[in-house]
């Protein structure tokens, strides 16, 4: 008969572990839940590889994550609920979220927002990754120069941002972080630009052209490569060895989140991994600058004034290939094929372990 009992239990967590309403089943409340936007399969293996590497280092026998999604979002994410079942990954979840959301409802009590409550407090932190481009219509200009795959995906991120943090798109409305001001959100890339945008910023939408007057790739090029933040060599030659991305440096502002909360150097100009060609335009509320571009044009790092846990970049440190030496693969078609650790070198390795480190400090501080 105790066997039996035993089993039933098992099979109970189990369904309860592949469900996708997580928050919704009889989870364990006494565990502490990190939140991932979007989780893709590819997501899922970027934050197993953190944790795996100690990247990410937290307790995992209590702490464990629960990938939050829109129901209307692009992505199959029963892709994601089989790569959890078959590679028996018993740290993760799915939580999905339904209701109507529009680009006239996102910043304001919607269909959503009862169950983003849910999830925000039972969680200690959420992550929100890299992507495509934003709907301009969600920070209120037309779109001249941006490329919409997935607007749903955006207006769900947007909101949930926006229910998080609050903003200048409506002052009155009490952000959920009001109640719990040391909770963690992060985000790399899209993640930042998304923030920024939520808080009430707007986004440059294609850096060449409106911050260079460049139109073309050619003339893109003519920028230098330090101004560049993703390769438009590969859009000129016909190349296997080009990588897609680029590999400069970032400069600190005066702001003490580089430099106090992430140990580094001020003087430090790390090269980090850059795929992108939006950027911060107008700072949303609350937001302050705390990296920039080597020439000062491209917003690098925010982190919120009141807040003290919240803040992004726009680059990605989240990328296996920088801790590990991987596929050789060149910027410039002169290059020597390197692998991406080596292009950064030690230093600037040692940068992006730093600020593993302050996550990994946030979250196991914000243990219940």
């Given amino acids: 008969m105790k066997r039996i009992f035993i089993v039933l239990i098992a099979i109970f967590y189990l369904s309860a572990a592949f469900s996708q309403d997580f928050f919704n089943s009889d989870f ?5 839940y990190v939140v991932l936007a979007n989780p893709t399969v590819g997501n ?3 934050i197993h590889f953190l944790v795996n590497a100690r990247l990410l280092d937290i307790n995992t026998k209590k702490t464990k994550f629960v990938g939050v999604y829109y129901n209307e979002q692009d992505y199959d994410f029963n892709e994601t609920k089989l790569y959890i079942e078959n590679n028996n990954l018993e740290n993760f979840f799915l939580h999905e979220i339904k209701g109507e959301l529009n680009g006239k409802n996102l910043y304001q009590q919607n269909e959503c927002s009862d ?9 200690i932190g959420i992550f929100f990754f890299g992507g495509p481009d934003i709907p301009p219509v969600i920070y209120g200009e037309e779109n001249t120069l941006s490329v919409v795959t997935d607007p749903e995906r955006h207006y769900f991120e947007t909101t949930f941002l926006f229910h998080l943090l609050g903003g200048f798109w409506n002052e009155g409305f009490e952000p959920f972080l009001k109640e719990k001001p040391k909770y963690l959100v992060t985000g790399f890339c899209l993640g930042m630009q998304t923030m920024n945008v939520a808080a009430g910023g707007t986004l440059i939408q294609d850096i060449p052209a409106e911050i260079y007057g460049a139109t073309t790739p050619e003339k893109t090029l003519e920028i230098g490569r330090a101004n560049l933040h993703r390769n438009y060599w590969q859009e000129v030659l016909d190349d296997s060895l080009l990588m897609g991305i680029n590999l400069h440096a970032i400069q600190f502002t005066s702001h ?4 106090v909360a992430v140990d580094v150097s001020k003087s430090f100009t790390p090269r980090i991994l850059s795929s992108h060609h939006q950027a911060a335009g107008k700072i949303g509320k609350g937001l302050e600058i705390t990296a920039l571009s080597p020439d000062g044009k491209i917003v ?3 982190a919120h004034k009141k807040y003290p846990n919240v803040f992004a970049v726009q680059f990605h440190p989240e990328v296996p290939a920088l801790y590990e030496d991987l596929n050789l693969l060149k910027f410039h078609p002169e290059d020597k094929p390197m692998s991406y650790n080596d292009i950064i070198g030690k230093k600037s390795e040692r940068f992006h372990r730093e600020y593993w480190e302050y996550i990994s400090y946030v979250l196991r501080k914000g243990k219940k």
Wanted: proline share 4%; hydrophobic share 30%.
């Fill in 28 to 32: 364990n409340k006494r565990k502490n």
């Fill in 44 to 46: 899922l293996k970027t």
């Fill in 115 to 123: 169950d983003m409550k849910k999830v925000f407090d039972n969680s």
């Fill in 256 to 259: 003490p989140f580089f430099g």
């Fill in 300 to 302: 690098e790092g925010l």
